[in-house]
């Protein structure tokens, strides 16, 4: 399984960035998916999580500002991330979810400046 996250990079407080992540080797549509995030200094935090049945749940801190969709026919979830703030700041990971353990993706670096 591999796991292929993108879309990062600088933008103002207010803006907005949308993370792809696109995984190969696995039978996708099977799979839960996740977006985490980790700020400088601090433990990996859930983000979102979408199942494969498409149900979603957010962290308190995102709720009405992230939004978690995936693509099965590309292989690839989504995290849309609009009114961004500082605390935002972190790098975010993809993560696939299975009995036997968990994939991670490379992960991505999302800074908002003030």
């Known amino acids: 399984v591999q796991l292929q996250a993108s879309g990062g990079g600088l933008v103002q407080a207010g803006g907005s960035l949308r993370l792809s992540c696109a995984a190969s080797?696995?039978?996708?549509?099977?799979?839960?998916m996740a977006w985490y995030r980790q700020a400088p200094g601090k433990q990996r935090e859930l983000v979102a999580r979408?199942?494969?049945?498409?149900?979603?749940n957010y962290a308190d801190s995102v709720k009405g500002r992230f939004t978690i969709s995936r693509d099965n026919a590309k292989n690839t979830v989504y995290l849309q991330m609009n009114s961004l703030e500082p605390e935002d700041t972190a790098v975010y990971y993809c993560?696939?979810?299975?009995?036997?353990?968990?994939?991670w993706g490379q992960g991505t670096l999302v800074t908002v400046s003030s």
């Open positions: 993560n696939l979810a299975r009995a036997a353990g968990d994939y």
């Open positions: 080797g696995t039978s996708f549509r099977l799979n839960h």
């Open positions: 979408i199942t494969s049945g498409f149900l979603t």
